[in-house]
């Protein structure tokens, strides 16, 4: 009698434990799912984001050639110093 009753009891917590473990998947698949939809959306984000700044850039360079120039100059000047420095620092 007593062993019925524990084979009954472990059979009811092993299909209690399976239906636990199917909600846990199905939870994990969920998240998960999230997870990449989040990723994409930031992706998506981050490629607009570039292209707004490519075009206001374009668009400063057009309204500000010289500008532009000099501050590439300038830019290009302090990284080959800096380079220079560099190289022959003892």
Do not use: Q
């Amino acid at each position: 009698m007593k062993s019925s009753l524990f084979a009954i009891n472990t059979a009811a917590k092993l299909a209690e434990a399976g239906c636990d473990a199917e909600r846990l998947k199905t939870a994990f698949a969920e998240v998960a799912e999230d997870g990449v939809k989040t990723a994409k959306r930031a992706v998506r984000n981050g490629r607009m984001a570039a292209e707004d700044f490519m075009d206001e850039a374009t668009f400063a360079v057009k309204r500000n050639p010289g500008k532009a120039i000099a501050i590439t100059f300038g830019v290009a000047f302090g990284i080959g110093a800096l380079a220079s420095w560099a190289a022959f620092r003892k």
